[in-house]
């Protein structure tokens, strides 16, 4: 079937360490992004993915890095460098601008 | 940058129910979308609405891009029906063309049996 695929869907890991999460996709989407949401929040852009080998700064970027090295593929890799990273995080993709974005199931990180 | 807001923030209906979610938008988008967020954390896509009206089943969807608002109207309320509801909007940028979703805070909604 096609769809996005996070993993893994829980996570914890401990202060001061990086990890990465993982979003793949069939769907042969070009655009990929990554939010965050906090506890009773809204959806907050932290990176953003038009084509391959290209990638934006959202609004919360920083602590944040990412990379696209296939059209399938969209890791973040949330460094120690974010002070609070224990977090719902979503990744989404699209064909291409005005289309419609659909969303993988999420990874719960949680730093101890 | 463009703000949404939805409203109301809370809402709690008895089953069998209609109700009214709104999402107000600060300045013209391109494009306008409706989610679901069940318990689990899972997004699921009701509309894919820049302008016009859609329905799907129990759904309907309504935006007037012209007045900055769509409306999502939920009938015959269900107890699946509780979760948070997104509007996610977005407005083409005048550089290089990119573009991303920007969501509203969201609209928790309890059905009670």
């Known amino acids: 079937d096609g769809g996005i695929t996070q993993s893994p869907k829980y996570l914890f890991r401990k202060e001061g360490q990086n990890v990465t999460l993982s979003c793949e996709q069939n769907l042969n989407h070009d655009a990929m992004y990554w939010y965050r949401q906090d506890p009773g929040q809204g959806l907050r852009l932290i990176y953003y993915?038009?084509?391959?080998?290209?990638?934006q700064k959202g609004d919360i970027a920083e602590g944040y890095s990412v990379s696209r090295e296939k059209k399938e593929s969209f890791p973040l890799t949330v460094t120690s460098a974010q002070k609070n990273p224990t977090a719902f995080y979503l990744c989404?993709?699209?064909?291409?601008?005005?289309?419609?974005?659909?969303f993988g199931q999420g990874t719960r990180l949680t730093v101890v | 940058g463009i703000q949404v807001e939805q409203s109301p923030p809370d809402l709690i209906l008895q089953e069998g129910a209609n109700s009214t979610l709104r999402c107000n938008f600060s300045d013209s988008v391109n494009n306008l979308q409706w989610f679901h967020q069940n318990p689990w954390g899972q997004l699921i896509n009701l509309f894919y609405i820049p302008s016009g009206t859609k329905q799907n089943g129990r759904l309907s969807a309504t935006t007037v891009a012209t007045e900055r608002y769509s409306l999502l109207y939920i009938s015959s309320s269900q107890t699946t029906d509780s979760g948070v509801y997104f509007c996610?909007?977005?407005?083409?940028?005048?550089?290089?063309?990119?573009?991303?979703?920007?969501f509203g805070t969201g609209t928790r909604l309890k059905v009670l049996a």
């Open positions: 996610a909007v977005e407005r083409h940028t005048t550089t290089s063309g990119t573009y991303k979703y920007i």
């Open positions: 989404a993709s699209r064909t291409s601008r005005d289309t419609e974005a659909f």
């Open positions: 993915s038009q084509i391959v080998n290209d990638f």
